[in-house]
């Protein structure tokens, strides 16, 4: 539901979305040595952007890498080859994405078809036409900040997707997600793997007596003391309402257990606090390993089965 309002909220602003692109500064890298030619291009794009000149080859990849939205960059140069400054900008993680606009000379077929070939985005001939270079850099700009801005909502839906706003925690989907292709590299005999999954003792109760907030503040903290006392390695995710589920790689059922257990009297010996009241809180815990054969509803299954038991058996347990 929050996803969909989001979207439906990008939609709408997409046209100010456009209007906000066709405005933004550009920062833009120009690599020339020939300081009148230089001067010529700068001039111009600087009434609407910054345009950082660079006419050493090593600094310009360097500077490249660092937030330029737009490089331009002279193939007919005494000090350096054009073609290379452009191969290695493109080769680069951190600057492939910066879109290159080539000045060359009309004779320069070749290494214009090279220059195409290395990735390069744009050409443009001597003698500059104004006019024509601002388009250009317009074009190479608009594109640029569009698929920055399209990443960056995707990042953000995709932890929309994936993360539980009330603990921080991953949720369901993010667990399922990042244990299946785990669970599906297993050789199972070999390497173990175990998951577990907490569950609050009578958390109803607590809703009920304090409040749904402050039930919210309990889940948070029992979320926090999970991941403080988990390896890193573990996958933690808040798996249903006042459950949370643990995948733990390379772990037997006996080592899991040991590990849930104490989790489970940590959370039991150390009072929560919300609203200034001390609460104590108690967990039960299901733990299961993988078994040869066994698919992952089948282990979520028997993990299911021990948190039952551990339930039926008094609460506050762990039980594999
Ligand atoms: P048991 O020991 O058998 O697990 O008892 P329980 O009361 O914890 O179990 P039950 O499944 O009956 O109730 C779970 C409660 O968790 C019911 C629901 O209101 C509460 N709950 C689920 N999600 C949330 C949440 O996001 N915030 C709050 N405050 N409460 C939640
Ligand atoms: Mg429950
Ligand atoms: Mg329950
Ligand atoms: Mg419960």
């Not at 104490?262 to 609460?279: H, K, M, N, Q, Y």
């Not at 282990?299 to 038991?309: M, S």
């Amino acid at each position: 539901d929050q996803l969909l309002s989001h979207t439906g909220h990008t939609l709408a602003n997409s046209r100010s979305l456009l209007d906000t692109i066709e405005k933004q500064r550009g920062r833009i890298l120009l690599v020339e040595d020939h300081e009148l030619h230089a001067r010529k291009i700068s001039k111009p794009l600087s009434e609407r952007h910054q345009v950082i000149v660079e006419k050493d080859p090593l600094n310009a990849i360097r500077i490249a890498k660092s937030g330029i939205d737009a490089v331009i960059v002279s193939l007919v140069s005494e000090s350096f080859d054009g073609l290379r400054v452009c191969a290695s900008m493109k080769f680069n993680e951190e600057s492939r994405d910066v879109p290159i606009l080539v000045i060359g000379d009309p004779d320069d077929e070749t290494r214009f078809i090279r220059a195409y070939d290395i990735g390069i985005n744009d050409t443009i001939m001597r003698p500059v036409e104004i006019q024509e270079l601002k388009a250009r850099v317009q074009t190479l700009l608009r594109r640029k900040f569009y698929s920055d801005s399209l990443r960056e909502n995707f990042n953000e839906n995709l932890e929309m997707v994936v993360a539980d706003p009330l603990t921080g925690l991953g949720n369901r989907r993010y667990f399922d997600r990042t244990i299946e292709p785990l669970f599906d590299a297993l050789e199972t005999g070999l390497t173990p793997f175990s998951i577990m999954v907490f569950d609050i003792d009578h958390f109803k109760r607590v809703n009920d007596i304090l409040g749904h907030d402050m039930g919210d503040q309990v889940l948070k903290e029992i979320a926090a003391r999970l991941v403080t006392n988990m390896r890193a390695v573990d996958i933690v995710a808040r798996y249903g309402g006042e459950e949370f589920m643990i995948a733990m790689p390379e772990t037997r059922a006996s080592e899991a257990l040991v590990a849930a257990d104490r989790v489970r009297s940590l959370i039991a010996g150390t009072p929560v606090f919300v609203d200034g009241e001390a609460l104590q809180v108690t967990t039960s815990v299901g733990v299961a390993e993988v078994e040869a054969g066994e698919n992952l509803r089948d282990v979520f299954k028997r993990a299911d089965d021990a948190l039952y038991k551990a339930k039926q058996s008094g609460r506050n347990k762990a039980i594999s």
